[in-house]
């Protein structure tokens, strides 16, 4: 699938790229982890999460006891927007097809939407409508067997560093329940 989306130019988003930026980590993950969209340096590296907002995810992650094997991360779509603008409705229904391919072959135990776009992305696919992300962060929900554990966007985090105690509060609540 990676070759596919390497090359894809299924939507208007392909024009705007360098690199298409696909879903990196675990082939066997217990946690699915949702973005937006790739931002300046995740176009140039390819590597989902690799600016700041990846690196306080990943300090986050790490400190509440969850490391990189047990992980995958990807975004609602996979170019990145021209201007980081949201990404649009229709970018993110035609790119909705290999966020479900990928959910599908990784069976993930639980699935983390970062921010309201991976949300609505998630939507597109359970067809669950659930409420605007900062009303639900801390809270869980079952879908085909799954775990989904809606998040903030660690740039929302960055914007507003209060949000970190409730950021790390749902990874924590990730672990504990993987344990059990
Ligand atoms: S955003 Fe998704 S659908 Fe659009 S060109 Fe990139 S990979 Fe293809």
Known sequence: MNRIIRSCSNCALYE???NAVCGNGSISPEIFLIGEAPGKIEDESSIPFSGRS???LRKSLDSTG???HRI??????KC???NNEKPKMEYLKICNEYLKSEIELLKPKVIIPLGNTSLTALTLITKVKYRNISKIVGEKFQWNGIL???QFHPAAVLRDMKRLEKFDKVFLEVTKILKN
């Open 80 to 82: 990145r927007p021209p």
């Open 54 to 56: 990846g690196n306080l």
């Open 66 to 68: 969850i490391s990189e």
């Open 16 to 18: 705007h790229r360098k």
């Open 72 to 77: 995958y991360i990807t975004n609602s779509v």
């Open 148 to 150: 989904i554990f809606p």
